[in-house]
């Protein structure tokens, strides 16, 4: 598909100018448009996920559908509220005074998406910018062919198309979309991509969100429900895009003499929720293509690790389908503690002490996720303290992005910025302060020409010292 690029950015910056998006009217509008496609089109958005990544309609209706309209519905409650400005304090330098931020929008926003969770976070961002009163363009990721195409259809006909374009294709397009200017730029995907976008956004200055991921560790405690862990750790691991996805655990940490408690645990569970014959189980993803499915079984096959495989390693060419995969102590020098795994692998190192937990994970690059199950408060509090990744929850995995109340984002190699809910509508808005005074209140020390008696004055009312102040009126 070939598309004008700067014609696109030029009409969207047209309608901004308009103001049209400004209005409380107009963002509700188009909220109201998104509940209503993914209301009127469930089925077609089911099918096109299927047909992209063979999720499961029960993955597709809860993590992408039913996340897009909990998102489009916080936004409706919520934006009137978001819209007021924030009362902010002023003080005696500035009396009387009162001052306030105000938010106001970028202008024109692109949106890079992902093909992992390719309905939900397209809109997951769309939303934030219209709440915030930008105009859009959306690239889907041609990785997801069929849910691209569902997303121009949709969007082009429910949507306000002067507002939001979408833009197909695959490097040529995204490249073309790079070189222009934006107002701000929202990519999910892969580090080396994200680099790239960084690179075209510094040469405009444009702010970034850069949503990437990382080797998720997940620590494994010995004074937990055991059952209840394995269940989760599978759910967030298998049961989430057969692990295709960036906050998904990507290894395990756990002492020598737990770690066999553990594997029995989660084969255990493993064949209640898939069967014995897990690659016929309609409840698994496939991966996303050849190219991932190659990666996948070439981390599996390597020499350092193809021995440690103690439960899975089926894989399928024909399905694109790889069966939950467990390897027990893996070498941290292997291929596949080097790079993340984004998919069904699920590796266990062993450590000596489950302190010594910490220190494998900070010896790492920053990671999107970190998980720690565990009754031992003391060890929660120093998972919280010594951790550092772009959202931690304990007990649990993957949940705490799902939390609109909690920011979703990075740090470090992980990604820069956060959004969801209210911090999304922050995320694509600029907080300008505003001071109003009125014409009283004229203080005659700060206007030249200056003398030492303005000087002794002005110094003590800057310090607040009252004493000061009358000191210097009076000059004692």
Known sequence: MVVDAAVAVAELRATFASGKTKSY?????????????????????????????????????LYEICGVKKSAKLALKELRRWMTPEKAKTSLITFPSSAELVSEPLGVILVISTWNYPFLLSFEAIIGAIAAGNTVVLKPSEIAPATSSLLSKLIGEYMDSSALKVVEGAVPETTALLEQKWDKIIYTGSEKVGRIVAAAAAKHLTPVILELGGKCPVIVDTKINLEVAARRLISGKWGCNSGQTCVSPDYILTTKEFAPKLVDALVWELEKFYGKEPLKSPDLSRIVNSSHFNRLTKLMDNEKVSGKIVHGGQRDKTTLKIAPTILLDVPEDSLIMNEEIFGPLFPIITVD???????????????????????????????VESVSAGGLSINETTLHSATLTLPF????????????????????????????????????????????????????????????????????
């Open 25 to 61: 009217e107009w963002r509700v509008s188009q909220f109201k448009a998104i509940l209503k496609l993914t209301n009127e089109h469930e089925k077609d958005i089911i099918e096109a996920l299927r047909s992209d990544l063979n999720k499961p309609e029960y993955e597709a209706l």
């Open 353 to 383: 002490k489950i302190e010594d937990s910490f220190n494998v994970i900070n010896a790492r690059e920053k990671p999107l996720a970190a998980y720690l199950f565990t009754n031992d408060k003391t060890l929660q509090e120093e998972f």
């Open 409 to 476: 984002g990075g740090v470090g190699e992980s990604g820069m910025g956060s959004y969801h809910g209210k911090y999304s509508f922050d995320a694509f808005s600029h907080k300008k302060p505003v001071l109003r005074r009125s014409f009283v209140g004229e203080v005659a020390a700060r206007y030249p020409p200056y003398t030492p008696k303005k000087q002794r004055f002005l110094q003590a009312f800057l310090d607040g010292n009252i004493i000061d102040i009358f000191r210097a009126l009076f000059g004692w």
